[in-house]
């Protein structure tokens, strides 16, 4: 029996890892299409540390790779063109893979600052900053993968929340009621949308 219980685990590991497989092979060929520019030849370029984490941190969770943009191209304040690894839309989470070496063991003051460039652009476009260490996700997948679903559960009510099905009033109270940093209000809806309570009850009765 346990022989029996091991055999169909595996056999299980080697169906998803084939259909993920599959489905990346896709997606990238769908990035590579919609791209040009700089960002089409990010996307040509090594993406183990990203394919990686897509596999065992995003696609376990969403078992889709709808809503994902790999690299999203940003621009900081001065102009600057920024690339981020992945993001996730219906939450606007910004996925980065880091490797050691490249980001911490040989990084010099000047890489330490625009580093620092990169993170406040990414939050000044209003996305979530997650990045996971190479080591993460190869040593410890299952914690990375804990981490993302109790993003989904803070940020969205259910994971895969298609952001873009709501309505345009309902997005904008959901990104002020996540700045609330608290349980959001009636009285916070209505001033976010600046109407009195018969026009709140009849704006989402349409």
């Known amino acids: 029996m346990q022989k029996l219980v091991m055999a169909s685990r595996t056999e299980f590991m080697v169906w998803g890892g084939n259909m993920f497989e599959q489905e990346f092979e896709k997606f990238l060929d769908q990035q590579r299409r919609s791209a040009s520019g700089a960002r089409l030849e990010r996307l040509h370029k090594d993406l183990t540390g990203e394919k990686q984490m897509l596999e065992v941190v995003i696609w376990p969770v969403l078992k889709s790779f709808d809503g994902i943009t790999m690299e999203q191209e940003m621009v900081s304040t001065?102009?600057?063109?920024?690339?981020?690894?992945?993001?996730?839309?219906?939450?606007?989470?910004?996925?980065?893979?880091?490797?050691?070496?490249?980001?911490?063991?040989?990084?010099?003051?000047?890489?330490?600052?625009?580093?620092?460039?990169?993170i406040r652009t990414i939050a000044m476009q209003g996305y979530k900053y997650i990045p996971f260490s190479r080591d993460e996700q190869e040593k410890r997948a299952e914690a990375a993968r804990r981490a993302f679903y109790e993003l989904l559960g803070r940020f969205s009510t259910s994971p895969g929340l298609a952001f873009e099905e709501l309505s345009v009033l309902e997005r904008e109270v959901i990104r002020y009621g996540l700045r609330l940093n608290r349980p959001i209000k009636l009285e916070d809806v209505r001033y976010c949308l600046q109407c009195g309570r018969h026009a709140l009850e009849l704006s989402f009765a349409i």
Do not use: C, L, W
């Open 78 to 118: 001065t102009g600057v063109k920024i690339y981020v690894d992945a993001v996730y839309e219906p939450v606007r989470i910004a996925f980065e893979s880091n490797g050691f070496v490249p980001h911490a063991e040989m990084i010099t003051r000047d890489r330490f600052t625009f580093e620092q460039m990169r």
